[in-house]
């Protein structure tokens, strides 16, 4: 069977408004295009881009999800900070990069366009401080079917895509976990992706703060060549989705 990356961009006034990928069969090209075209609400330009794979591998399971529900940002934070802590990761330097995600990570104080990553030490070693790195090339075989499967149970397709992310991500033997909040204002429920496990904290940021961003926490022995290697070229379907709380 043959698989195809299709990739959509879409910006308003030269600024990124919207965004969406996903890895379809040559006979659902057109219907996966369609339904990526209607993401963007508003925009002046649409880059649409399909790739034949030539080399896809597979992973068997998706993490498992768990849902936290908290009373506020702070508390969400410090369930995070201990979540991170129990494999590893300082205290001290987890919550130095995390408050810096929720007040602009880039050197102009604004959002990165993709993720920072740390190691465990402490050192921030991504190639720029403006592009971060991005995951990309990875979905679901089944992806109705998990869609199906996650709407059920109150999730969304957010949820799916980001679940996604998260497991080619920590599938890396030198990602140890995976923290993330939304750069969308009114959107505050974030991840911690650690153990096997996407633990989905609401909330997990600050209503109205249009801050965003992921943070990869490595191995201090991580090749960072190779891994912007794996996280943005190597393609990955994974074939089910884990429990789900």
Request: proline share 2%; glycine share 4%; aromatic share 8%.
């Amino acid at each position: 069977m043959k698989f195809y990356s299709v990739k959509m961009r879409a910006s308003l006034n030269d600024r990124h408004v919207s965004g969406g990928e996903r890895i379809t069969t040559e006979e659902s090209i057109q219907k996966v295009v369609s339904e990526l075209l209607t993401r963007p609400k508003e925009f002046d330009f649409v880059n649409i881009k399909i790739e034949k794979i030539n080399n896809i591998k597979f992973i068997e399971k998706s993490l498992d999800i768990k849902t936290i529900n908290v009373k506020n940002h702070k508390e969400g934070n410090e369930i995070a900070l201990k979540l991170l802590e129990e494999v590893g990761i300082d205290r001290e330097i987890a919550k130095a990069y995390i408050d810096l995600l929720h007040t602009g990570a880039n050197p102009d104080r604004e959002n990165m366009r993709g993720a920072m990553i740390i190691t465990r030490s402490g050192k921030r070693v991504e190639k720029d401080r403006y592009r971060g790195v991005r995951t990309t090339n990875v979905d679901f075989l089944h992806r109705e079917e998990v869609k199906k499967i996650l709407l059920e149970k109150k999730y969304t397709e957010r949820t799916l895509d980001a679940l996604a992310l998260s497991t080619k991500n920590l599938n890396h033997p030198d990602i140890i976990a995976e923290y993330c909040i939304s750069d969308q204002p009114d959107y505050t429920t974030g991840y911690v992706a650690v153990n096997n496990t996407y633990y989905r904290i609401n909330p997990l940021k600050e209503y109205s703060n249009p801050k965003g961003g992921r943070i990869y926490f490595v191995k201090d022995d991580t090749d960072i060549e190779e891994l912007y290697k794996y996280l943005q070229e190597e393609s990955f379907l994974i074939k089910e989705v884990g429990s789900l709380e």
